[in-house]
Every structure is written in C-alpha cells, then in structure tokens.
C-alpha cells in the first residue's frame, strides 16, 4: 500500500515502484485464467492424453 501511495504523490513512477503498486490489484481468479488459458493450453495442446484435460 506504501507503494501506491508514494505513486499518487509523484508525478512519474518508477519502473522499479511499478510491480509493486500493480500486484496488490491482481486478484487469484484472473492469475489462474490467466495461466489456464497461456501456460496450461500450451502444456496440454503438447500433451494430448493427459488427465488434465478432463478436470475444469
């Protein structure tokens, strides 16, 4: 939160103070679709026969 607030005090952000204020907006649901439709599609589309396919 430290860091967000020290964002809306300056005019211009840092690269470094970026990661910081941005991820505590990430909620869990769209980190998993996130990751189930880049990551997860790529794995399973090289792994046809996985058991993985069949879960939701």
Known sequence: ???LLA???TKKA???DI???TQIFTTNWIVKYLVQNTIG???LDAHP???LKKKD
């Open 1 to 3: 939160m430290k860091y």
């Open 7 to 9: 964002l809306r005090k």
């Open 14 to 16: 840092e690269a470094k």
């Open 19 to 21: 990661p910081a204020a």
């Open 41 to 43: 599609r790529t794995w």
């Open 49 to 51: 026969d996985s058991d």
